[in-house]
């Protein structure tokens, strides 16, 4: 079982100045204690209520902050759990994945998803379409990048976007390209985009255990369907752990056997008081080497 981080929040004590040192400390500690991947979010509001903030609280843009993770780490994966369609076009977006794979020497992952957070789109005056045309848009992203990773240059004529002369120059160091990720549960669509184009899925814990391995039954009959081997889809799991307050160290290892039990392979989690550090710490001496 591989172990990420998440890092949702960037709300530290001492404000804005120690976001750059603080991100340092937390890459370079959780690189070093073992973990697989490093994940931030694609959010310019902070989720309400995630660990008790406000959608005012601090928010960094996802793909500059890898950018500087990349220069930070040398192993740990990096990607956006998950990139929204609706925020960049998608022939800018391949140039970014494609730049964070190169400078971070072939770590990069494209996660990606249909967004939700329609209340940040339209403080940002972000056009915010109905759910059929960002899956619309979604399978669009999906098609241009499996087209563009397929050569060194493509037309792509999409449902919503095109492409008519798009490069992959420089290509990407990624073997045969950077692993496709795509979060959600949605059994019609989503699921079925997995077993179609993607490398990964992410399903987070919070729907439950039931739902967890409904939405892995989902996936393996899309797989059947398509002739895809479901053993070659990767399993994530997204969770949150609180080892200062609710969780122990005995707790979080149970909780991994039990996604390996259902076929998981990549556990992800959060942490609300990552930022003292010790939590990773822990993670390094306690759970890491129990799960591997």
């Avoid at 020497?105 to 379409?129: H, S």
Wanted: charged share 20%.
């Amino acid at each position: 079982m591989q172990i990420g981080l998440q890092i949702p929040s960037f709300k530290y004590p001492g404000g804005t100045a120690v976001i750059r040192p603080k991100l340092k400390e937390i890459a370079t500690t959780a690189e070093a204690a073992g973990f697989h991947s490093l994940w931030v979010m694609d959010h310019y509001y902070q989720i309400k209520g995630l660990f008790g903030e406000a959608y005012t609280d601090p928010m960094l843009e996802s793909y500059t902050t890898l950018g500087y993770l990349a220069g930070l780490t040398e192993k740990a994966f990096l990607g956006v759990l998950v990139t929204g369609v609706i925020y960049r076009h998608p022939s800018v977006l391949m140039k970014m994945v494609n730049t964070l794979d190169i400078l971070s020497g072939g770590r990069a992952y494209l996660g990606i998803g249909a967004a939700w957070y329609e209340d940040e789109a339209k403080g940002f005056g972000i056009p915010y379409p109905s759910t059929s045309e960002r899956f619309e848009q979604l399978e669009d992203n999906l098609k241009l990048a499996k087209a563009l990773w397929a050569s060194d240059e493509t037309a792509f004529e999409g449902q919503h976007f095109s492409a008519p002369a798009i490069t992959n120059n420089p290509r990407p160091l990624s073997t045969p390209h950077p692993r496709i990720m795509i979060g959600g549960t949605g059994p019609k669509k989503t699921l079925r985009m997995v077993a179609q184009y993607a490398d990964a899925c992410n399903i987070g814990d919070w729907v439950g255990k039931e739902n967890m391995q409904k939405a892995l039954d989902n996936l393996k009959a899309h797989c059947d369907d398509l002739g895809r081997d479901y053993d070659t889809v990767e399993k994530t799991s997204l969770g949150t752990v609180n080892l200062s307050e609710k969780d122990t160290v005995e707790g979080v290892i149970n909780r991994i056997e039990e996604l390996s039990a259902m076929g998981f392979t990549h556990a992800i989690f959060n942490m609300p008081d990552v930022y003292k550090i010790t939590p990773l710490e822990t993670f390094a001496k306690e759970i890491i080497p129990a799960v591997a």
